[in-house]
Each structure stands twice: as C-alpha cells, then as structure tokens.
C-alpha cells in the first residue's frame, strides 16, 4: 500500500508566480491536512479537508492561498502571486476516519518551495 | 487553545545512551497526544501515540513515553541510543473526537528536537 505522495518535491518559484502542490492520500484515506514548516519552526495547520469539503481552514492565510481536495484525483494547495515568505516546506497528512483508532495522520515527504 | 513545548532543541548523546526528550503540553481537555520523528529530508514518521488508554505507550524503534496528567507531560525515552535515531522529533497534541470542540484532526505541533548520537 503506497503512502502519502506529493509532488513535486522541489518547486522553485519567481516572486508574483503560482505554486500548485499535490498530495495524493494513502488509498482509502478521505481525510486530508496540510501543514507548513518555516525554517527554524515547528509545523503549522493549514486546513483540513475531506472529498470535496474544506472542514477547517483556520492555518490558511486570508489571501493568496486555496486548497481543494475534488471528488476524483489529488488534494491541490495552490498558493498565487508568491512572496519569499511563502519559501517553506509543506507537508500533506491523511487519515482514514475521524474516529478513535482509525484517525492516525500519515505523512507525505513534503513540498520544499524555494521563491527568489 | 492548545500549544506543546518541547524542552531542548538540540539533544545529544552517546551511542547506547538513555534517550529522553521531553513535551509538556497545554490543553483545556484531556489530549492525544503524539510522538513524530522526521529524518532529514523526508516526511513524518508516527512513532507511538496516547489516545487515553494505558499511559505507557510503547513504540516504533524501541521508544516509550508516557502521559503524566499531573505534570501535563509526555516525555519521550529509549534506553540504548542507536545511531540510527538521530532525527528531528516532534511532540504534537489534538483535541480527542468527544471533546466537543474544533480542534479535532488539527495537530499542534512542538518546536522540534534535534537527537544527535555520537558513536
């Protein structure tokens, strides 16, 4: 059973470019986190989702960032007109169910976005 | 609100050397709590999880911690050091599903702790 993917694992960005990063959950996981690491920082919530509904989305920057997880095909977190302050690692996490003993996060490898 | 403090952002000791990292946590309820290890460039890797059962919880790799209530505490500990665990390790706290509040899922995460094992 593959893990989490993400893709790309590296992205490179311009300032003012759109980053689109893909996470592909565990098969069978409908549950779908998205977390940021700063450099020098622990990880941050983003948002969590389920098939085509954002649950919680209290770590989401107001402006420029989205995410979507649609009813066929990965999660994509989509960050428009980039800044250096997005440069982080963003990590995506799955999980089966939102119930006891089945609720356990697995995590992707990351997306390292660079913007210069 | 919950937040997680990990007490050491570099921890290092000899091979075959007790390991202890520690996590105090602050929670208006109960917790599940979790430990993560990140080797470098890669995801996150579960090594044990407290969802309110025995407060000893063992692990992957030889790892143990164990909730104290008392001390809103969830220490990590391996008693030989292997060079194989140098990592980051990250202590993480969540809402449990019958606490009524929002942060269920949302996984707060501590600052890290770099392990370094010397041979």
């Known amino acids: 059973n593959a893990g989490v993917m993400q893709n790309p694992r590296h992205l490179v960005r311009r300032r003012g470019q759109e980053a689109r990063l893909r996470c592909s959950p565990m098969k069978g996981h409908s549950h779908v986190y998205w977390y940021r690491q700063l450099p020098e920082e622990g990880l941050k919530f983003m948002v969590y989702?389920?098939?085509?509904?954002?649950?919680?989305e209290s770590g989401m920057p107001k402006e420029r960032f989205s995410a979507e997880f649609p009813k066929e095909g990965p999660s994509i977190l989509r960050i428009q007109q980039v800044v250096r302050g997005d440069s982080a690692a963003y990590f995506c996490?799955?999980?089966?169910?939102?119930?006891?003993?089945?609720?356990?996060?697995?995590f992707g490898p990351g997306t390292r976005l660079t913007v210069l | 609100a919950q937040s997680v403090t990990q007490l050491g952002s570099h921890v290092s000791v000899s091979e075959g050397a007790l390991v202890l990292l520690r996590c105090n946590y602050s929670s208006s309820v109960p917790p599940y709590l979790f430990w993560y290890v990140q080797y470098p460039n890669q995801g996150l890797q579960l090594l044990l999880k407290?969802?309110?059962?025995?407060?000893l919880v063992k692990g992957i790799n030889g790892f143990e911690a164990e909730f104290k209530k008392s001390e809103t505490s969830f220490h990590l500990t391996k008693p030989s050091a292997h060079m194989s665990d140098a990592a980051e390790y990250f202590c993480?706290?969540?809402?449990?599903?019958?606490?009524?509040?929002?942060?269920?899922?949302?996984?707060?995460f501590g600052q890290g702790t770099i392990l370094t094992v010397h041979p």
């Open positions: 407290y969802t309110s059962a025995a407060t």
């Open positions: 989702l389920q098939k085509e509904n954002i649950i919680d």
């Open positions: 996490a799955s999980s089966l169910a939102r119930a006891l003993g089945t609720d356990t996060q697995y």
């Open positions: 993480a706290v969540t809402e449990p599903p019958n606490a009524g509040g929002t942060s269920y899922g949302k996984l707060t």
